[in-house]
């Protein structure tokens, strides 16, 4: 009796501890916003302690939650919901069932979590793309990539790839009669990332280099080569995403090496090598004098960490590390961001490199935003955040596509 009465103790102690932890005074929904991250941290805390004691890997816990909202392909009376395959790669497609003279538009989903979790199927995406195929008449294909770590990089990049070129084929736009000069490709969080990657690389593709019209990045991580950005300073404790759980989870997409989380959590995980490549990252070149106040840049150190990652200075990986040549050639650009989120300076730096070379940006930035809120937007921990960063990219789409 007394154990149990010291665990239960202990554990209200620690969700009091993490549900007072300070929040932005300017975010909606304060207490709902304080239980959501508070279940976060919870079950990064939870995490933890089963992966010391030998019972589970740490991101285990996430895919399980994630597991626990995936939905079935139900068909409405608007929409047709299938569940089929590109190329060997599950898709979930949302068809219209309204007849158009026109042909129709077509957003390519690539869903976020950190390149671990997360799912094309779970309820708040699956709603997001009955709302965009519903409102726009549109074609929706939404990608289960394979996850890591059991799938490390650059199989996610490589399913999604495969999935786009399959779907831009001219036999399979004219099946699904969709317009092939309204195509746009669409990504949140870690799927940004994606999204940016594959439009990078189609651009790059003779055959397939004007077969995207636009680009949506909701909130995207671009890069990892430096872990000490402002936003990263400023952010580290969330609200919702942390910058010790992202970096644990994220680094499984290169290795499962624990040493290489401990060097990202200390800025000294890229070699020597690396250095030509900080210039497309400087924050105190590229970062708006708003969010520079006091902090300092300071190069991240150079050759500590003993073994070599080739896939950190990889391109395919970090959008941000291409030259100015390669960026000057993508299409439209939708970059959706949030002042409470540590990934945002990753966001503010790409628009700015964006905007230097001529391509055409539109940018959403909500001041009372954290990262994530797309995520929260059914059930008893709905956030208007969400909703609202919902209704924005539809909004976009239907003035852009």
Same mark, same amino acid.
């Given at each position: ?255 499962? @090496? &624990?040493?290489?989380?401990? *060097?990202? %959590?200390? /800025? ?7 250095? =030509? !490549? ?67 300076? @990753? &966001?503010?730096?790409?628009? *700015?490199? %964006?905007? /230097? ?7 959403? =930035? !909500? ?35």
């Amino acid at each position: 009796m007394g154990y149990k009465t010291l665990c239960f103790g202990f554990s209200c102690i620690l969700f009091a501890y993490c549900f007072y932890s300070p929040i932005p005074e300017n975010i909606e929904e304060p207490w709902k916003v304080r239980y959501v991250d508070t279940l976060i941290k919870l079950a990064s805390h939870m995490a933890t302690l089963l992966e010391n004691i030998g019972l589970m890997k740490y991101e285990r816990i996430f895919s399980t939650v994630t597991s626990l909202f995936i939905t079935q392909a139900v068909s409405d009376e608007n929409i047709t919901v299938i569940d089929t395959d590109f190329s060997n790669i599950p898709v979930r497609l949302y068809l219209p069932k309204r007849k158009s003279e026109r042909k129709r538009p077509a957003v390519i989903v690539i869903h976020g979590g950190i390149f671990v979790f997360g799912s094309c199927k779970v309820t708040d995406h699956d709603i997001l793309n009955r709302l965009t195929s519903n409102k726009l008449g549109a074609v929706v294909v939404g990608i289960e990539y394979r996850l890591a770590p059991e799938y490390p990089f650059p199989a996610a990049l490589e399913d999604c790839v495969q999935v786009t070129k399959f779907f831009l084929q001219e036999n399979i736009l004219a099946k699904y009669r969709v317009d092939p000069s309204r195509v746009c490709i669409m990504g949140d969080s870690s799927g940004g990332t994606l999204a940016a990657a594959v439009t990078q690389l189609l651009r790059d593709d003779p055959e397939f280099k004007n077969r995207i019209k636009a680009q949506a990045l909701i909130y995207p991580g671009l890069q990892l080569i430096d872990t000490s950005l402002p936003s990263h300073r400023e952010y580290e404790h969330g609200p919702i995403l942390h910058r010790e759980m992202m970096i644990k989870v994220a680094s499984l997409y290169v290795s499962r @090496d &624990s040493s290489l989380i401990q *060097a990202l %959590l200390r /800025n000294e995980h890229m070699p020597e090598e690396s250095r =030509h !490549l900080f210039k497309f990252v400087n924050w105190s070149h590229f970062l708006p004098e708003k969010y520079k106040k006091s902090h300092v840049y300071t190069e991240p150190v150079l050759g500590k960490l003993n073994v070599s990652y080739p896939a950190l200075m990889d391109t395919r990986l970090f959008p941000l590390l291409v030259n100015d040549s390669r960026l000057q050639n993508l299409p439209l650009t939708y970059i959706l961001t949030c002042e409470h989120d540590l990934l945002r300076d @990753d &966001s503010f730096i790409y628009i *700015a490199r %964006l905007k /230097n070379v001529g391509v055409q940006v539109i940018h959403d =930035h !909500l001041e009372e935003g954290f990262h994530g809120a797309l995520s929260f937007t059914t059930g008893s921990v709905a956030l208007q955040l969400g909703c609202k960063i919902r209704n924005k990219y539809i909004h976009w789409l239907e003035e852009n596509l």
